[in-house]
C-alpha cells in the first residue's frame, strides 16, 4: 500500500515518506545531457529514508563514466558519503540512510549519447528503532496484513506504543499496549 506522491528527478530537496520516483524521463526514457542533484528528508522526526529500486537500466558502461546514479548518505554529496555508484543494470536495490539526518542523496549524470529506461524507486520513511522481529512470541504482528478497514497489532514480550502516521507525517493514531495483548486499529 502506497499513499504518497510521484516524484520525477529534479534538482531539489524534498520532505516526504512516501513516493514513488523516478529518472528525468519519468514514464519514458531520459535525456541527454543531463545532471542533477536531489535529497530526500524523512517527514517523521528520527526516521531513515529507504529507498527500494523495483526497476533501473541505465546507458552499461563498466566504470559508470557514462550515465550514472550515484546515492549519498546524508544531506549532501560529499565523497565520505558515497553509497555506490550505479549503471547499466546494477540495480542498487534497497538502500536506507544510516545518516544522522536520515536523509539520502541522489545524484544523475547523462552525457550527451546513448538514454534508456531510468528507474523506479519506492521512497519511504523507516523507523531505526522499530521492532524488526515478527514472531509474535518475540515481536510483533499485524493481521491481517495487508488490511482493508481493521487490522490487529499483537504483541508478544514487547509493550509500548502504537502509532500510525500518515503520507505527510501527521499522527493519526496512538495507543499504548501491553505485552501479550492486541490493539485494534
Not at 37 to 61: C, M, R
Not at 64 to 82: E, F, H, K, Q, V
Not at 128 to 134: G, R
Request: proline share 5%; charged share 15%; hydrophobic share 35%.
Amino acid at each position: 500500500f502506497v499513499a504518497g506522491v510521484t516524484l520525477a528527478m529534479s534538482n531539489s530537496t524534498q520532505t516526504v515518506c512516501s513516493a514513488v520516483y523516478y529518472d528525468p524521463g519519468g514514464f519514458g526514457n531520459y535525456a541527454d545531457s543531463l545532471d542533477y542533484t536531489q535529497t530526500f528528508i524523512p517527514a517523521v522526526t528520527n526516521n531513515k529514508i529507504k529507498a527500494d529500486f523495483s526497476s533501473f537500466i541505465l546507458e552499461d558502461e563498466p566504470n559508470c563514466n557514462y550515465d550514472y546514479l550515484r546515492i549519498y548518505d546524508g544531506a549532501t554529496a560529499l565523497p565520505a558519503n558515497l553509497i555506490g555508484e550505479y549503471c547499466g543494470a546494477n540495480n542498487p536495490g534497497i538502500i536506507t540512510s544510516t545518516d544522522v539526518t536520515g536523509a539520502l542523496t541522489f545524484v544523475f549524470h547523462s552525457d550527451e549519447f546513448v538514454t534508456d529506461s531510468g528507474w523506479v524507486a519506492l521512497i519511504s520513511c523507516v523507523n531505526p528503532n522499530a521492532l524488526n522481529d515478527i514472531n509474535p512470541l518475540n515481536g510483533i504482528l499485524l493481521n491481517p496484513n495487508p488490511a482493508k478497514g481493521t487490522t490487529g497489532f499483537y504483541s508478544g514480550r514487547n509493550s509500548g506504543t502504537v502509532s500510525v502516521f500518515d503520507a505527510t507525517g501527521r499522527l493519526i493514531f496512538s495507543k499504548p499496549f501491553l505485552s501479550n495483548s492486541k490493539v485494534e486499529i
